[in-house]
């Protein structure tokens, strides 16, 4: 399950206008959030609050052998007022990674939308996250810096502080830049004076304008625009005279039903003098296309020789089913995992419902649907022999779910990891604020692909 902390930072890129499906790193997505979900281990307790709509906090309190817990804190400049923080009110489809649909590509906003300017002085400010998380009693912290310096450009800063580490700890820097047609990541590690470079590039037509997605659009005065052209926004105008700029009727266009990526990652260590280099592709439908939602990837990383290969597919608005094949062209090993992901609903006589082709149920409503879901089961087997199982749910204020994972090679000890999450909600009203907490059990914060950046290092 998501980790609330995750949950806001996802709310903070959504309110800043930022693409996190478009890059390398999450070439992937889909097919990991279906084969490679984590089951709970012992018991794991979170107790989270979005006390204003700029500062959230996180509890945990563990007991896996010893009794651990962490503390979190998290500030952003930017407020999110419209982001749900009741874990009754939030779409359990927000809290569960799962089948992600990819939407028609945005240009990013031009640099003049973010200007304020205040009697002739430009007090606009760009906007930040700080994060930071304290693990006790094993005294290791963990901070990440999140800005947005233009509509194109993100700069991220993610360090942990341990003994344990080399040098005490390590410092990550990453610059993202977005163009929707293509983006690029640019990497600096301390540890082992790591460098790195990832790219995507996305074919097919051009990106759609800003205003020509539900986004907020420039404004311009009526009295200032024509059918053909578009006349230069004007802040003196009154807010009543206002209206969006109009689309070019060139861009009227059959929306794409699909799109097609390729991107790379090269990394290098001046320090250990060693690289390592993959390359993939993907293929995804767009909400346009009329049948089942797929999509399919295909990944190389040719100096450890692995070639792997995905598909995913959702088969109905309630069921989505994935594969992944690998491949070692030096050892000629392979490896094949499925699994799936099945959401059940509340109904009168207890049965499965949503068992119908994805379409025909959008005209409800988003919230009315989350309502109406018990809960949603995960499972994956691999050849290996290995099978999880994952049960995730909610009643009313009440969310929890169990796990179980079993490695059949093993005889006696099969069992290798068991865990049962559960937890509560409850709200708080304040006079000028609204509050809400959120109590939820098992799962962990992260900070997105620190992890699997430090992963790399280390491989």
């Not at 779910?401 to 090679?409: A, E, I, L, P, Y």
Request: glycine share 8%.
């Amino acid at each position: 399950m998501l980790g609330f902390m995750d949950y806001v930072q996802n709310a903070f890129y959504e309110a800043s206008h930022w693409n996190r499906d478009n890059s390398y790193g999450s070439l992937t997505d889909t097919a990991r959030a279906l084969l490679d979900f984590s089951t709970p281990h012992g018991l794991r307790l979170h107790v989270s609050s979005l006390s204003s709509p700029n500062f959230a906090t996180s509890y945990t309190l563990g007991s896996i052998g010893l009794v651990d817990g962490s503390l979190s804190y998290l500030y952003t400049s930017l407020p999110l007022k419209d982001t749900l923080s009741r874990s009754r009110l939030i779409p359990l489809q927000h809290l569960v990674p799962g089948y992600r649909q990819l939407q028609n590509l945005r240009q990013p906003d031009e640099p003049w939308w973010w200007e304020i300017w205040h009697q002739g002085t430009r007090i606009d400010r760009r906007d930040a996250l700080l994060y930071g998380r304290l693990y006790l009693p094993q005294p290791t912290l963990e901070a990440l810096y999140l800005r947005r310096v233009t509509p194109r450009t993100q700069l991220k800063f993610s360090c942990v502080s341990d003994s344990r580490l080399p040098n005490g700890g390590s410092i990550l820097a990453l610059v993202q830049h977005d163009t929707a047609r293509h983006s690029s990541e640019y990497i600096y590690s301390t540890d082992s004076a790591l460098l790195g470079i990832r790219g995507l590039y996305n074919f097919g037509p051009d990106p759609a304008p800003a205003s020509e997605l539900p986004f907020p659009a420039p404004l311009a005065p009526i009295s200032d625009l024509s059918p053909t052209t578009a006349a230069t926004p004007d802040t003196s105008a009154s807010p009543a005279t206002l209206r969006p700029l109009p689309i070019p009727a060139s861009i009227s266009k059959q929306p794409p039903h699909g799109r097609f990526s390729a991107g790379f990652e090269l990394y290098y260590s001046p320090l250990n003098k060693s690289s390592g280099t993959s390359a993939g592709l993907r293929f995804a439908t767009l909400p346009a296309h009329q049948g089942f939602p797929y999509t399919m990837t295909l990944t190389l990383n040719p100096l450890m020789g692995n070639l792997s290969s995905t598909y995913s597919v959702r088969a109905s608005r309630w069921l989505a089913l994935s594969s992944r094949l690998d491949f070692n062209f030096y050892s000629y090993e392979s490896s094949l995992r499925l699994g799936g992901e099945l959401w059940r609903l509340r109904t009168p006589g207890g049965v499965v419902e949503g068992m119908t082709k994805p379409g025909e149920e959008e005209g409800k409503e988003d919230n009315d649907a989350s309502d109406n879901i018990a809960g949603v089961l995960k499972a994956r087997v691999d050849r290996n022999g290995e099978m999880a199982l994952l049960w995730e749910g909610r009643i009313k204020e009440l969310v929890y779910g169990c796990g179980v994972t079993v490695d059949f090679r093993r005889g006696e000890d099969m069992v290798r990891g068991l865990g049962v999450e559960k937890g509560m909600s409850q709200a708080q009203n304040h006079k000028s604020l609204p509050r809400a907490d959120q109590i939820t059990c098992g799962g962990h914060d992260s900070l997105d692909e620190t992890e699997d950046v430090e992963r790399k290092e280390k491989h």
